[in-house]
């Protein structure tokens, strides 16, 4: 499996981008999708996760209300929306990919980057204030 991320950029705060990761050489309809991001000097962290039906989501605290995210299994895409945007929310994004929806939605662990078998290349976000 091989995710593409994109939509990157630089923006002011308040600003809106989209994100999205497009999936290929899997079963994508199959898959939880997840959003993580990556600042300079810090750790990976969870930004938002989609069940494989589209039908639950998830989110960081910080990201609430203003990041969605969405899927179109149609086209093997995973969308995140950014609104509101924040100079804290600047980092390198990544999506990923979780085979094994079951084990996520038996222990809960959409957060969890180690329960994500597939990883985007990253898309920059830069936030100026």
């Known amino acids: 499996v091989q995710l593409q991320a994109s939509g990157g950029g630089l923006v002011r705060a308040g600003d809106s981008l989209r994100l999205s990761c497009v999936a290929s050489g899997g079963s994508f309809s199959g898959y939880n999708m997840g959003w993580f991001r990556q600042a300079p000097g810090k750790e990976r962290e969870f930004v938002a996760a989609?069940?494989?039906?589209?039908?639950?989501?998830y989110y960081e605290d910080s990201v609430k209300g203003r990041f969605t995210i969405s899927r179109d299994n149609a086209k093997s895409t995973v969308y995140l929306q950014m609104n509101t945007l924040k100079p804290t929310d600047t980092a390198v994004y990544y999506c990923a990919a979780d085979k094994d929806p079951l084990r996520a939605y038996m222990t809960g662990t959409y957060y969890s980057p180690t329960v994500y078998d597939y990883w985007g290349q990253g898309t920059l976000v830069t936030v100026s204030s």
């Open positions: 989609i069940t494989w039906s589209g039908s639950s989501t």
